[in-house]
């Protein structure tokens, strides 16, 4: 969990999950709630998704994150197939920070499309865009 809450500092600054809030969300997994790793020796990754009972049809991918020295390796793609892996049949929605253009084009390449904006939703007012995946068939 320190791991997590470490490579969390490193990849989102102020924006970062407290270690109190990681372990809160650990506590927290249950159907529900999936938390994906990606450990090559260490934690180099991770993604947290809400995913909510059958009957509801969307899911939240929470956060994601890939070292910035595994970045281009592949591992955001594996975590991205892997959390759309269970989300079949369900819409997907998250939020990015719009400066953040390597993240953007990692979720349009999975397929996300913007849907809509949060005008200064992030410290310093940088805009937060809203994307939404829905499973083709």
């Given at each position: 969990m320190a791991a997590i809450?470490?490579?969390?500092?490193?990849c989102f600054g102020r924006e970062a999950w407290s270690a109190a809030a990681w372990e809160h969300e650990f506590e927290?997994?249950?159907?529900?709630?999936?938390v994906l790793v990606a450990d090559e020796g260490a934690v180099v990754g991770y993604a947290v998704l809400?995913?909510?009972?059958?009957?509801?049809?969307?899911?939240?991918?929470?956060?994601?994150?890939?070292?910035?020295?595994e970045r281009r390796t592949g591992i955001g793609g594996q975590?991205?197939?892997a959390a759309l892996a269970r989300c079949a049949g369900r819409t997907v929605l998250l939020e990015v920070a719009a400066g953040n253009e390597s993240a953007?084009?990692?979720y349009g390449g999975f397929g996300?499309?913007?849907i809509s904006r949060?005008?200064?939703?992030?410290?310093?007012?940088?805009?937060?865009?809203?994307?939404?995946?829905?499973?083709?068939?």
């Open positions: 809450a470490e490579l969390d500092e490193m927290r997994v249950t159907e529900d709630r999936v809400l995913v909510p009972p059958v009957e509801e049809d969307v899911v939240e991918l929470l956060r994601i994150a890939v070292a910035p020295a975590l991205m197939t953007i084009g990692l996300f499309d913007e949060r005008r200064g939703y992030y410290a310093g007012g940088e805009d937060a865009v809203i994307m939404r995946w829905r499973e083709t068939a």
